[in-house]
C-alpha cells in the first residue's frame, strides 16, 4: 500500500509552492468495503469523505477572514494557495459522498447534522464587539486548522498576538465527533450492521493490522501532544514527507493543476 512516510534524514525541499490539484476518482465499480473484509477500517476511513466537505468549507472561510489581516505577501500566497487546495479538497469528497456513500445505501444525515452544527454554531466566528476577543477566536479556529492539516505557516504570523486559551479543547472534540461517527457508520452499515462492541473488537484488529491508526496514539499520545504549549504540528508531519508521497501518488501524478 501506497503511504506517506517519515524518514530518520528528511530533506527540506525549501519553500513550495502550493497548488490546488483537481485529482479524480472513479468510484463507480468501487465496492462499499473497500478494504475487503475490513468493513470497520474501511468505514473509518470513508468517513472522511462525509466530514471533510464541511470541514474544508470552513478551512476556506477561516482563511478567507484571516487572509487581509497578514503581512507578509509570500504568507498571503501561501494562504490563497491553501484556500484554493481546500475548496478542491472539499468538493472532490463531497463528489466522493454522493457518488460511492449514498449509491451504496449509507446514510450519513445524522453525521452531517451534527456536522454542521459544529461549524456552524460550536466553531463560528466570534460577535463580539471587542477586537481581542473576534482575534482570539479566529487563532483558535486557525490553530485547529493546523492541527488537522499539519500547516503552520499562518500561524507563525498571527502567533504573537494571540492568547493561546483553549487550544486543546477543540481537538477533543474533534476526536469524541470521530469516534461517534464511526459508530455510527458501523450500526448503519447496509451490508454488515455492526454492534458498538463487534466495530470495537474489528478495529482493534484493523489496527494490529497496521490498516489503521492505533486509538491509543490517534486519540491518545497525539491528542496529548495538543495540549503542550510548545507543540508545533511538524511533530506529526513535514513538507519533505508530504513532497515525497506526491511524487507517487498516482491520484497526484494524474491531476490537472
Ligand atoms: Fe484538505
Redesign the pocket.
Same mark, same amino acid.
Given at each position: 500500500m501506497l503511504r506517506p512516510q517519515r524518514f530518520e534524514t528528511e530533506v527540506d525541499p525549501g519553500p513550495i509552492q502550493i497548488q490546488a490539484r483537481k485529482v479524480h476518482f472513479d468510484v463507480a465499480d468501487v465496492p462499499l468495503h473497500w478494504i475487503p473484509r475490513h468493513p470497520v477500517a474501511s468505514n473509518m476511513i470513508s468517513l472522511l469523505n462525509i466530514v471533510?466537505p464541511s470541514a #474544508?468549507r470552513w478551512f476556506v472561510a477561516t482563511y478567507n477572514e484571516a487572509l487581509p489581516l497578514g503581512k507578509d505577501p509570500k504568507l498571503a500566497e501561501d494562504m490563497r494557495g491553501f484556500i484554493g487546495? #481546500?475548496a478542491t479538497?472539499a468538493d472532490v469528497h463531497d463528489k466522493v459522498l454522493h457518488e460511492f456513500m449514498f449509491t451504496h445505501g449509507v446514510d450519513p444525515t445524522p453525521i452531517l447534522d451534527q456536522i454542521e452544527y459544529a461549524f456552524e454554531k460550536i466553531l463560528s466566528p466570534s460577535d463580539s464587539s471587542d477586537p481581542k476577543t473576534r482575534l482570539n477566536n479566529l487563532c483558535d479556529r486557525l490553530w485547529l486548522i493546523a492541527a488537522i #492539516?499539519h500547516y503552520t505557516a499562518v500561524l507563525g504570523d498571527f502567533s504573537l498576538n494571540c492568547a493561546w486559551d483553549d487550544y486543546g479543547a477543540d481537538p477533543t472534540m474533534v476526536d469524541t465527533f470521530f469516534q461517534r461517527g464511526v459508530s455510527y457508520l458501523s450500526k448503519n452499515d447496509p451490508e454488515a450492521r455492526l454492534t458498538w462492541w463487534r466495530t470495537q473488537r474489528l478495529r482493534m484488529r484493523d489496527s494490529k493490522l497496521d490498516l489503521l491508526p492505533k486509538y491509543r496514539k490517534l486519540f491518545g499520545s497525539n491528542t496529548l501532544m495538543y495540549f503542550k504549549p510548545s507543540f508545533s504540528p511538524e511533530e506529526m508531519g513535514s513538507t519533505a514527507q508530504a513532497v515525497a508521497y506526491l511524487a507517487i501518488s498516482p491520484a497526484a501524478r494524474t491531476a490537472h493543476l
Open positions: 471533510l #474544508e487546495q #481546500e479538497h #492539516e
